[in-house]
Each structure stands twice: as C-alpha cells, then as structure tokens.
Nanobody
C-alpha cells in the first residue's frame, strides 16, 4: 500500500521560506515521477513541481526561480523548498506519486507528470502566506 505523508507546512509572511517534506512508503518502483500540487478554494488542483528518478525537474511558470523540488532516495523522501513566498502561494499542498504505465517511462513536464496512469496522493498540508 502506497503512503505519502506530508510535513513542514505552516504560516509565513510574504518573502519568507518553507520546506515541505513527503515521506513515501510502499512504492518501490525504480523509475517514477513525483510531484507537488497546490489547491486553493475555488480553483483546480495545479501541479507546481515534478521530478523523475533521473533527477530531471519541471516547474509551473508561477513558481519558477522560487521553488525547488528534490528527493533523497536513501530516505524515501520528497522535498519542496519554497522561497520568496507570496500570498498567492497560499493553499493546500499535496505530494503525489505518478502511477507507472507498463509500456513507457514517466516524464516531468510543466510541474506535473505525464505518461502515467494517475497519481497516488498524500492527505495534503496547509501553507498560508500573509502579506
């Protein structure tokens, strides 16, 4: 059973930083795509950053240059370093693991994963950025 558990959220003033962590268990595939999504009230969940096992990353335009996604395979942990935070970054952040398709490798693109059969999701964690 795949489990994704986020931590590290909270409240911060604009211009500040936070680092989110996602502990991954039960998913041992060697070629995966992982991503962080964000959802705010009234809006669709949007991918903000994604990474594949080889280390290649992609970001949504809204976070480029401010967010950094990384992974520590020895700890089975995914990270999202968020700098220069803005009030519009406020929302629920979700860790996601792309579900492999047997005939193709996953790819990171535009802060999401492609060539996958959906995602496993964490429960989400709140990030609040005040002006």
């Amino acid at each position: 059973q795949v489990q994704l558990v986020e931590s590290g959220g909270g409240s911060v003033q604009a211009g500040g930083s936070l680092r989110l962590s996602c502990a991954v268990s039960g998913y041992s595939d060697s070629n995966v795509c992982m991503a962080w999504f964000r959802q705010t009230p009234g809006k669709e969940r949007e991918g903000v950053a994604s990474i594949v096992s080889g280390g290649s990353t992609s970001y949504a335009d809204s976070v480029k240059g401010r967010y950094t996604i990384s992974q520590d395979n020895s700890k089975n942990t995914l990270y999202l370093q968020m700098n220069s935070l803005k009030p519009e970054d406020t929302g629920m952040y979700y860790c996601a693991a792309g579900i492999r398709l047997p005939w193709t490798a996953p790819v990171e693109r535009g802060g999401r994963c492609v060539n996958i059969n959906g995602y496993y999701w964490g429960q989400g964690i709140q990030v609040a950025v005040s002006p």
